[in-house]
């Protein structure tokens, strides 16, 4: 069974910087795309940040230029950096990724959310 296990969240100051970690492991053949989003208490769910296995990304605007999304496909592991935090960043933070597995083949995977909280 494939499980992604995030880390990294935490309480940061405004101006300040967080890295997440969201490691994918079980029965994986490839991975396509993976990608963080956020939610805040009665909001819907929305994509942060994106990467496909050729490293190609994608941010929503409220973030460029200050995070920036990487991956290890040996590690089947992403990242996010991100650097000068505001208090509106303040979210429950959800590693999403398409992958392959057995026998459930091509999917869509969660992880358990990593809270995120930018306050002084």
């Known amino acids: 069974q494939v499980q992604l296990v995030e880390s990294g969240g935490g309480l940061v100051q405004p101006g300040g910087s967080l890295r997440l970690s969201c490691a994918a492991s079980?029965?994986?053949?490839?991975?396509?795309?993976m990608a963080w989003y956020r939610q805040a208490s009665g909001k819907q769910r929305e994509m942060v940040a994106s990467?496909?296995?050729?490293?190609?990304?994608n941010y929503r605007d409220s973030v460029k230029g200050r995070f920036t999304i990487s991956r290890d496909n040996a590690k089947n592991t992403t990242y996010l950096q991100m650097n000068n935090l505001k208090p509106e960043d303040t979210d429950v933070y959800y590693c999403?990724?398409?992958?392959?597995?057995?026998?459930?083949?091509?999917?869509?995977?969660w992880g358990q959310g990593t809270q995120v909280t930018v306050s002084s």
């Open positions: 079980g029965i994986i053949f490839t991975i396509f795309d």
């Open positions: 990467v496909d296995n050729s490293g190609t990304s």
């Open positions: 999403w990724a398409r992958l392959v597995t057995t026998p459930t083949g091509l999917g869509d995977h």
